[in-house]
């Protein structure tokens, strides 16, 4: 158990629809990543926070959105789903400091139908 | 654009055997991640690589980093059954401060190890 915790694990949802994928990161972690998984895309970096603030972003469509809270928890925003957003998105944190280990959690699986 | 190359993506080996993973990447960077994921799991890291020359192990596992080739070594040694899974190296070559940016992975290897 790496400490990140994501909900839901899995998700089904119609095309055109949104969802909203949770993340808490591990205790004393400031930085939240979101990534993506697919078999086509492979593992592909969508969007980093830290401490609140965006830090960096990745190939993160504009139907996507994410926030990070005061409590540090994290939000994934999907909007308009398409089929192809079928993917398991996984969220990871670490301390912030650049030399640290980076933990991933279990990931929600998003079926888009 | 940074390209973050595996090789080899498939390997079946048989156990006992030992053998090494490369990857090559395409900018400088001194921090090379590796990590290992069960089918429909999440991904396990493995080792943080963050200078030239660095070396790691963890029981049969052993990872290298030379940045000056831009090549990391995922090595293995007297492969077990247990070790099947597929294994990623991520770059991080963020040049902010306070906080890895985004990892970019390799497409990672499919490790099969028959008994």
């Known amino acids: 158990d790496s400490g990140v915790t994501q909900t839901p694990k899995h998700l089904i949802t119609a095309t055109g629809q949104r969802v909203t994928l949770r993340c808490s990161p591990r205790?004393?972690?400031?930085?939240v990543y979101w990534y993506q998984q697919s078999l086509d895309q492979g593992l592909q970096f969508l969007i980093q926070?830290?401490?609140?603030?965006?830090?960096a972003k990745g190939n993160i469509l504009e139907r996507f959105s994410a926030q990070q809270f005061p409590d540090l928890h994290s939000e994934l925003n999907l909007s308009s789903l398409e089929l192809g957003d079928s993917a398991l998105y996984f969220c990871?944190?670490?301390?912030?400091?650049?030399?640290?280990?980076?933990?991933f959690g279990e990931g929600s699986w998003l079926t888009v139908v | 654009e940074l390209k973050v190359e595996q090789n080899p993506l498939f390997l079946s080996m048989q156990e006992g055997k030992n053998y090494t993973i490369y990857c090559n990447y395409s900018?400088?960077?001194?921090?090379l991640y590796w990590y290992r994921q069960d089918p429909g799991k999440s991904l396990e890291s493995l080792f943080v690589?963050?200078?030239?020359?660095a070396v790691k192990q963890e029981g049969r596992l052993m990872a290298s980093l030379d940045t000056k080739a831009r090549l990391s070594t995922l090595h293995i040694t007297a492969a077990v059954h247990d070790l099947s899974a597929t294994y990623f190296c991520?770059?991080?070559?963020?040049?902010?401060?306070?906080?890895?940016?985004?990892?970019?992975f390799g497409k990672g290897t499919h490790l099969i190890i028959q008994p």
């Open positions: 690589l963050l200078s030239n020359g």
């Open positions: 991520a770059v991080d070559v963020s040049s902010s401060g306070g906080g890895a940016d985004g990892l970019t």
């Open positions: 926070y830290y401490n609140g603030e965006e830090r």
């Open positions: 900018t400088t960077s001194d921090r």
């Open positions: 990871a944190s670490s301390v912030g400091n650049r030399r640290n280990t980076i933990y």
């Open positions: 205790s004393g972690d400031l930085s």
